[in-house]
């Protein structure tokens, strides 16, 4: 059974950084797609970015050039790397694992949530 735990979320002013953690286990980490999505208050949970098990990467809009996915399948560990943080993007970040097949989606977790803050 798949577990995913999350850290490293908090309080940061605008512009500042932060570098979440994921921290998978129960299975085998690298046939396994990750993801950080993130929600709002009132809003829907979005993608934010996904990255595959051979590191192809895809980002939303609204975070293209500012954050940065990454993994380091020998920890089986997913980063987010938030740079040049905006009050938009205070939600709660939730980490995610989709493991895909020929015949599709079959296995899917999200871990806990971590709240991120950007304020002053």
């Known amino acids: 059974q798949v577990q995913l735990v999350e850290s490293g979320g908090g309080l940061v002013q605008p512009g500042g950084s932060l570098r979440l953690s994921c921290a998978f286990s129960?299975?085998?980490?690298?046939?396994?797609?990750m993801g950080w999505y993130r929600q709002a208050p009132g809003k829907q949970r979005e993608l934010v970015a996904g990255i595959t098990g051979t590191g192809r990467t895809n980002y939303a809009d609204s975070v293209k050039g500012r954050f940065a996915i990454s993994r380091d399948n020998a920890k089986n560990t997913v980063y987010l790397q938030m740079n040049s943080l905006k009050p938009e993007d205070t939600a709660v970040y939730y980490c995610?694992?989709?493991?895909?097949?020929?015949?599709?989606?079959?296995?899917?977790?999200w871990g806990q949530g971590t709240q991120v803050t950007v304020s002053s």
């Open positions: 995610n694992a989709k493991r895909w097949t020929v015949a599709g989606l079959i296995d899917e977790k």
């Open positions: 129960g299975s085998i980490f690298n046939i396994y797609t």
